[in-house]
């Protein structure tokens, strides 16, 4: 069983900063690329940014040099540092890792979600 595990979202004020933290834990053998993808009212779930094992990183244009992905391997743990916040970044934002179990491949895991809001 494997389980990705987010906190960190809540009600910010536009120009405010929040940090989101998701936590992989269970039966893990490795894990490759991790990411945030955010899903707004009304709209598909697009990706937000997205880290490999050695911290490449891949961000969307919309959110680029205001929010950072990182991560510890160690802990199994991805972050996202959301800086200068505005309201069109209210959304719920979900974690995935690409995770491999013994003797398995690799597959898609997602969080629960968190609701990050943005007012004006």
């Known amino acids: 069983q494997v389980q990705l595990v987010e906190s960190g979202g809540g009600l910010v004020q536009a120009g405010g900063s929040l940090r989101l933290s998701c936590a992989a834990s269970?039966?893990?053998?490795?894990?490759?690329?991790m990411g945030w993808y955010r899903q707004a009212p009304g709209k598909q779930r697009e990706l937000a940014a997205t880290?490999?094992?050695?911290?490449?990183?891949n961000y969307a244009d919309s959110v680029k040099g205001r929010f950072t992905i990182s991560r510890d391997n160690a802990k199994n743990t991805v972050y996202l540092q959301m800086d200068s916040l505005k309201p069109e970044d209210t959304a719920v934002y979900y974690c995935?890792?690409?995770?491999?179990?013994?003797?398995?491949?690799?597959?898609?895991?997602w969080g629960q979600g968190t609701q990050v809001t943005v007012s004006s």
């Open positions: 269970g039966s893990i053998s490795s894990i490759n690329a």
């Open positions: 995935n890792a690409q995770i491999r179990r013994a003797w398995s491949t690799y597959t898609n895991y």
């Open positions: 880290i490999t094992p050695p911290g490449s990183t």
